[in-house]
């Protein structure tokens, strides 16, 4: 499809994360203005060469601030909501702080960004909102049986922007994310199972048969960057499911062993009463905006692989690169005081 940039102005709240730092200097060579709204949980160095870019701004804030983010928008043509307490555990760890930033500061968000008029919104939410399904083709249509407050919340979110709006809108379902970022999650499947295989010289495999939907971090910043360059007609009001390929955690396992290349690791399988399954359909977002991931997980796991060999990820057990432990050191307050 021709794209042509619609707006110049782009807001990414959570841009700091491991999708933002991608994402950040795809759009940044595409010539957008971008600004960051971010508490940087994960670190500063994340936009790596960007860092001093001229169009890139920092707003390190809180986006439970709600007062806060109606003035960080100011001028802001398009929102790409990212910001999350962004996985199962580190959600249960405190949820009533999670409830906080991943649904009540998203009623804020959408005040803050009507106020400022803001043409075009884009939500990031899960592909896990569908929960376990016996079907072969999840798609956009499947009903929702979200399994965790995480993914319960996330569709709440998705069901306040359908209610309220907000300018152009529309939802991401993303799979999991795999491959190298400067601001790296190692708590994430292809990711966790290339460190290990790395590091530890063995994979272990929790049951294998479960299926897992991946898109490769490269994609997922190209989705984005579609979603903001899509005609309004095409997309407005709309959800897509947005992933690659399907496979079994085992699949995924041998695919790892193969691209790490080395002879000595191990695979050992470990039983397990989680033998849940999650897979999705992505034809609509290829059908409607003509996407299609063109990178695979064997690329990803050798994006890691060259990220580690080349002294990128120098210990691998920092609390930056694994949600859970970073959340534990830093304490978020539960409720936001300016
Ligand atoms: N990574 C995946 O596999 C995946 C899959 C599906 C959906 N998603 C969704 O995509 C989004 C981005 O995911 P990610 O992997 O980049 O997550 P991430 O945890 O790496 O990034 C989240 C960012 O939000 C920031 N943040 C957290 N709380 C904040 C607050 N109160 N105020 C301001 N900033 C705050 C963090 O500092 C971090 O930079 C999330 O909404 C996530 O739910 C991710």
Not at 181 to 188: F, G, I, K, Q, S
Not at 305 to 331: H, L
Request: charge should be neutral.
């Amino acid at each position: 499809m021709e794209t042509e940039p619609l707006f110049r102005k782009v807001a990414i709240t959570g841009g700091a994360g491991y999708v933002g730092s991608a994402l950040v200097p795809v759009l940044l060579a595409a010539g957008y203005e971008v600004t960051v709204l971010d508490l940087f949980l994960y670190g500063e160095d994340v936009f790596e060469g960007d860092g001093a870019h001229p169009r890139l701004r920092r707003v390190r804030m809180d986006i439970r601030d709600e007062a806060g983010l109606t003035r960080a928008l100011a001028g802001a043509e398009a929102v790409i909501h990212l910001a999350c307490i962004s996985n199962d555990p580190s959600f249960e760890l405190d949820p009533r702080l999670g409830k906080s930033v991943n649904y009540d500061a998203f009623l804020g968000l959408l005040r803050a960004a009507r106020a400022n008029a803001v043409k075009r919104f884009i939500y990031a939410s899960s592909s896990s909102v569908y929960g376990v399904k016996k079907e072969p083709n999840v798609t956009e249509e499947a009903s929702c049986e979200p399994l965790t407050d995480y993914s319960r919340y996330k569709l709440l979110c998705e069901e306040a922007l359908r209610k309220e709006g907000v300018g152009e809108w529309m939802i991401l379902r993303p799979a999991t994310v795999c491959g190298y970022a400067p601001r790296l999650r190692l708590d994430l499947t292809v990711n966790i199972l290339t460190i290990h295989a790395l590091t530890r010289k063995v994979i272990t495999v929790f049951g294998g048969s479960q299926l897992r939907p991946n898109l490769n971090i490269r994609d997922m910043a190209a989705a984005y960057r579609l979603l903001l360059e899509a005609p309004a007609r095409l997309i407005h009001g709309e959800t897509f499911n947005v992933g690659y390929q399907n496979r079994t955690v085992t699949e995924i396992a041998q695919i790892v062993r193969r691209e790490v290349g080395d002879p000595q690791v191990k695979v050992t399988v470990e039983p397990t009463n989680d033998l849940r399954s999650y897979h999705i359909n992505s034809d609509r977002i290829q059908r409607v905006l003509g996407f299609l991931p063109q990178r695979t997980i064997e690329e990803a796991v050798r994006s890691i692989c060259e990220a580690y060999r080349a002294g990128q990820i120098p210990n691998p057990e920092d609390p930056r690169y694994t949600n859970i432990k970073m959340m534990r050191a830093v304490k978020l307050e539960e409720s936001f005081v300016g």
